[in-house]
């Protein structure tokens, strides 16, 4: 069982910052296939913001890229989303998202866990 617990939403100005993490229990981040930071904002899908794969690989939604950024701490078993230049649509429940794998039979059993996410909002 894989935990996952955000933290660092809270309501800032628009031009602000925050930094998000997502620290996980249950498995090492190394053996974690690819964590992501998706968001929902109240009338609207769930949208990709940032992922980071294992091999190191990173992967941004159009509208936050050269705003945001995704990092990971292995040693602390958490991923971090650097939010800079906030804009009152970034506005949203953001939540962490973990995939992997196990061996299972002849193939592979996959694995998706949720956090509960933080709140993000942005004033104008």
């Known amino acids: 069982q894989v935990r996952l617990v955000e933290s660092g939403g809270g309501t800032v100005q628009t031009g602000g910052s925050l930094r998000l993490s997502c620290v996980a229990s249950?498995?090492?981040?190394?053996?974690?296939?690819?964590i992501t930071w998706y968001r929902e904002a109240p009338g609207k899908y769930r949208e990709l913001v940032a992922t980071t794969a294992r091999g190191g690989g990173v992967n941004y939604a159009t509208s936050v890229r050269g705003r945001f950024a995704i990092s990971r701490d292995d040693a602390k078993n958490t991923v971090y989303l650097e939010m800079k230049a906030l804009k009152p649509e970034d506005t949203a429940v953001y939540l962490c998202?973990?995939?992997?794998?196990?061996?299972w039979g002849l193939g592979k059993q996959p694995y998706a866990y949720w956090g509960q996410g933080t709140q993000v909002t942005v004033s104008s």
């Open positions: 249950g498995r090492d981040i190394s053996k974690i296939n690819d």
């Open positions: 998202n973990a995939n992997f794998t196990e061996p």
